[in-house]
């Protein structure tokens, strides 16, 4: 039984999405699923192997939950050869400790927030392997090459987008939409691309949800109007998020 007014749009991967549905209708959320990409392989178990060869107990820094099950199913985690295993969020680390992986995660859960964790301190001649998809940000290696380390990274999976035709657009209007879920910039750029510049709908009445401070900033550029950011991409952020604007538009 739906308890509140908004009707969300889960753009995330299939699996994740329908994990997240279920929270919210437990939660009394109305929500419809629509993936915008998939995840495929993307990396050889050789790759992985040669890579590893040529480092000597290196920082490992896992950037998703796709980073760690990808990776994993390439060889699993347990036998690599590693200095100290970070996660950046708190989705990350629970799929790292279901590895039985003892695993460090920072108290803000963005690249920032990573950035400062103790053993990234002092990383001069040290070897540090990012795990990730394809594409992401650079700011992570960008810094830690600053301070000295060497850097390397493993794309586990990649980002395989899927296309829709403008018929999406209505579907989501008979579906009465009115809050989007976004957890990534290219995520953002995507759906935007998707709706047709004489809808000012979605810009100007939707509410869209974030995952961070660089998204929401990146979302006012575009031209959107109602941003909330959830300060992070897992459930109880979100969850968080949805009901600080219940309790805004209670106040209104």
């Not at 060889?75 to 695993?103: C, D, N, Q």
């Not at 009465?176 to 957890?183: D, G, K, R, V």
């Amino acid at each position: 039984m739906t308890k509140h007014k908004l009707k969300i749009l889960i753009t995330r991967p299939e699996k994740a999405g329908r994990d997240l549905q279920d929270c919210l209708q437990q939660q009394g959320y109305q929500s419809y699923c629509q993936p915008c990409f998939d995840y495929q392989d993307g990396a050889s178990l050789e790759q992985l192997q040669i890579l590893q060869s040529q480092l000597t107990r290196p920082l490992v820094i896992f950037i998703s939950v796709a980073a760690v099950e990808f990776a994993n199913k390439l060889m699993p985690i347990s036998l690599w050869s590693t200095k100290e295993v970070i996660a950046v969020g708190a989705a990350t680390e629970r799929a790292l400790k279901t590895l039985g992986i003892s695993v460090l995660v920072p108290a803000k859960h963005n690249s920032e927030g990573l950035l400062v964790l103790q053993p990234l301190q002092n990383v001069q001649a040290k070897d540090v392997l990012i795990v990730r998809g394809d594409g992401g940000r650079e700011l992570i290696a960008e810094d830690l090459r600053q301070r000295g380390a060497s850097v390397h990274y493993f794309e586990s999976y990649r980002r395989v987008w899927r296309s829709f035709s403008p018929e999406v657009i209505k579907t989501w209007h008979q579906q009465q939409i009115n809050c989007i879920l976004i957890t990534s910039n290219a995520l953002l750029e995507f759906i935007v691309n998707l709706i047709d510049n004489s809808d000012n709908y979605w810009q100007e009445q939707c509410l869209w949800i974030v995952a961070s401070n660089r998204i929401a900033l990146k979302a006012k550029e575009i031209g959107i109007s109602r941003i909330i950011n959830a300060n992070g991409a897992n459930t109880t952020a979100i969850i968080n998020a949805l009901a600080y604007e219940q309790e805004l538009s209670h106040t209104k």
